[in-house]
């Protein structure tokens, strides 16, 4: 198991920055990749980034594609979310997550932190 522990959310201006991290702890070697998720009121939870823990690849979705940026520190097993520009509709509680390799060529989030809100006004 994987402790996860989100920090940095807050009440921004539109075009305003925040930065989150993301604290593990726990088993923490055998971690594949480290994603960052959101959920607004009333909608899905939704991807937004990811960066292997070994390699440190990185992967956006669109929405936050040029915005965000993902990067991690190993040797503190932290990984940050740097959001700039934030837009109203980035407003969403932002959830930290761990994968580990479930099968073949897969691999499945299976730690989640509680959560941190970000509201981003107009």
């Known amino acids: 198991q994987v402790q996860l522990v989100e920090s940095g959310g807050g009440l921004v201006q539109a075009g305003g920055s925040l930065r989150l991290s993301c604290a593990a702890s726990?088993?923490?070697?055998?971690?594949?990749?480290m994603g960052w998720f959101r959920q607004a009121p009333g909608k899905e939870r939704e991807f937004v980034a990811r960066?292997?823990?070994?390699?440190?690849?990185?992967s956006y979705s669109d929405s936050v594609k040029g915005r965000f940026t993902i990067s991690r520190d190993n040797a503190k097993n932290l990984v940050y979310l740097q959001m700039n520009s934030l837009r109203p509709e980035d407003t969403a509680v932002y959830y930290c997550?761990?994968?580990?390799?479930?099968?073949?060529?897969?691999?499945?989030?299976?730690?989640w932190g509680q959560g941190t809100q970000v509201t981003v006004s107009s």
């Open positions: 726990g088993r923490t070697l055998d971690i594949y990749t």
């Open positions: 997550a761990a994968a580990h390799v479930s099968g073949l060529g897969s691999y499945e989030y299976d730690n």
């Open positions: 960066i292997r823990w070994s390699g440190g690849s990185t």
